[in-house]
């Protein structure tokens, strides 16, 4: 009976630091979650997304995995782009950023068994917890590092005044 125990309050604790770090998240300003940090950046290896797809197969498989962003009223959920518009998709990064952040701390909660458990289960709550959260971080950083590709694209091609005039003495730089 100590064991169904022990499993109902770590199951407990997961689904009530995943809710509140949700929540945070979700409440927390979109300013947040504009810029990449150390840990968001996207890494050179991940080009446009393509590492996730060529080595993980992420395209076939992240629709089937469950996507809780607008579970929170004024939440939004990364299910759908909603629109072809540049505000849209930066929007959508800053969502990516949000999502992995919240990964990134549910995965970091792992550690915290070991404050209260034996070594054995600290370890495999923190494999638990990677186990069950880094597929989420791929999607995001997957989808980002796509995004981020086209909104490039876009910045590369949009005119500047510099463009629209003509020709300068002076070389344009972008």
Same mark, same amino acid.
């Given at each position: 009976?100590?064991?169904?125990?022990?499993?109902?309050?770590?199951?407990?604790?997961?689904?009530?630091?995943?809710?509140?770090?949700?929540?945070?998240?979700?409440?927390?300003?979109?300013?947040?979650?504009?810029? +990449?940090?150390? !840990?968001? =950046?996207?890494?050179?290896? %991940?080009? =446009? @997304?393509?590492?996730? +797809?060529?080595?993980?197969?992420? =395209?076939?498989?992240?629709?089937?995995?469950? %996507?809780? @962003? +607008?579970?929170?009223?004024? /939440?939004?959920?990364?299910?759908? !782009?909603?629109? /072809?518009? $540049?505000? $849209?998709?930066?929007?959508?990064?800053?969502?990516?950023?949000?999502? %992995?952040?919240?990964?990134?701390?549910? &995965?970091?909660?792992?550690?915290?068994?070991?404050?209260?458990? %034996?070594?054995?289960?600290?370890?495999?709550?923190?494999?638990?917890?990677?186990?069950?959260?880094?597929?989420? *971080?791929? *999607?995001?950083?997957?989808?980002?590092? =796509?995004?981020?590709? !086209?909104?490039?694209?876009?910045?590369? $091609?949009?005119?500047?005044?510099?463009?629209? $005039? /003509?020709?300068?003495?002076?070389? &344009?730089?972008?």
């Amino acid at each position: 009976m100590e064991v169904l125990h022990r499993v109902l309050a770590f199951s407990a604790s997961w689904m009530i630091f995943g809710v509140v770090s949700g929540y945070i998240a979700t409440h927390l300003s979109d300013r947040w979650f504009e810029r +990449d940090t150390r !840990l968001t =950046r996207l890494r050179r290896f %991940e080009h =446009r @997304g393509r590492w996730y +797809d060529r080595r993980l197969g992420v =395209r076939r498989w992240k629709d089937r995995v469950p %996507e809780a @962003g +607008d579970f929170f009223a004024g /939440g939004r959920s990364k299910a759908r !782009l909603g629109g /072809g518009s $540049t505000a $849209t998709l930066v929007a959508f990064c800053t969502e990516t950023r949000r999502a %992995e952040w919240v990964h990134w701390a549910n &995965v970091g909660f792992g550690w915290t068994f070991f404050l209260w458990n %034996e070594w054995t289960v600290g370890l495999a709550m923190v494999l638990f917890g990677t186990v069950v959260h880094v597929p989420f *971080i791929i *999607i995001q950083r997957y989808n980002r590092a =796509r995004l981020a590709h !086209l909104l490039s694209r876009r910045e590369a $091609t949009t005119p500047t005044p510099a463009r629209e $005039t /003509g020709p300068t003495t002076a070389p &344009v730089t972008p």
